[in-house]
């Protein structure tokens, strides 16, 4: 079956780093994306991984190892508006998403 | 301002009436779908849509029907709503395969 494990909450100090892990399987791949949602909003994109490695975009990061099934998104320098549900979303051999529930990341000043 | 536009934001509704959610781009995006959230759940696909002219099943589609008779256009139809068709849903777009999606604002829809 297809299935993501991504922790259901996390909290972090202002100013601070933090992981995001999300461990992944599906039947086929084409790429990993990761997207942030803040609470009553809708889901805005991040970032998108298909090869294997590091990929940066200013203070967010987004790292894949397709040989683990494992992706984990970072965030340095955390500010308040940082506080949001990060959702993990591998596409399958048909280009169809599968959707984790997230993982709702609190910031405290 | 190019994007994604449904309506109604909210809507309370009586089990058993007929209800449609609008969902209008202007991207001219080819993929077209249709999610609902609901507490503690990831995003479940409805129904999608790969260009205009054709359809597609998701995970959930019980209950819900849809059309996509042009680019623009991708309507969501609740026949005969049921309160377990209470949630949060979102149309989205992409513009190829692999491509982002683009998520709408969403409608809260409540079924009484």
């Known amino acids: 079956g297809q299935n993501i494990d991504q922790p259901t909450e996390m909290t972090a100090t202002e100013g601070a780093i933090v992981q995001i892990n999300c461990t992944y399987q599906t039947s086929g791949f084409n790429g990993l994306f990761w997207y942030q949602q803040h609470a009553g909003e809708a889901p805005t994109f991040l970032s998108y991984n298909v090869l294997d490695g590091l990929e940066e975009k200013g203070r967010f990061s987004s790292f894949l190892s397709r040989s683990k099934g494992y992706s984990y998104l970072l965030l340095k320098e955390l500010q308040m508006k940082d506080s949001a549900s990060y959702l993990c979303?591998?596409?399958?051999?048909?280009?169809?998403?599968?959707w984790g529930a997230g993982t709702k990341l609190i910031i405290k000043p | 301002i190019a994007g994604i536009t449904q309506a109604p934001t909210s809507q309370i509704l009586a089990a058993g009436r007929r209800m449609t959610l609008r969902c209008t781009q202007d991207?001219?995006?080819?993929?077209m779908y249709w999610y609902r959230q609901d507490l503690g759940l990831g995003l479940r696909l409805i129904h999608y849509?790969?260009?205009?002219?054709?359809?597609g099943k998701g995970e959930v589609p019980d209950g819900y029907s849809v059309s996509r008779a042009n680019t623009d256009d991708f309507p969501l139809t609740l026949a005969s709503a049921v309160p377990s068709q209470t949630s949060v849903y979102f149309c989205a777009t992409s513009d190829r395969g692999n491509s982002p999606l683009h998520f709408g604002n969403g409608t809260r829809l409540t079924v009484t």
């Open positions: 979303a591998p596409m399958d051999s048909n280009y169809q998403l599968i």
């Open positions: 849509s790969n260009t205009a002219g054709t359809t």
């Open positions: 991207m001219r995006h080819n993929a």
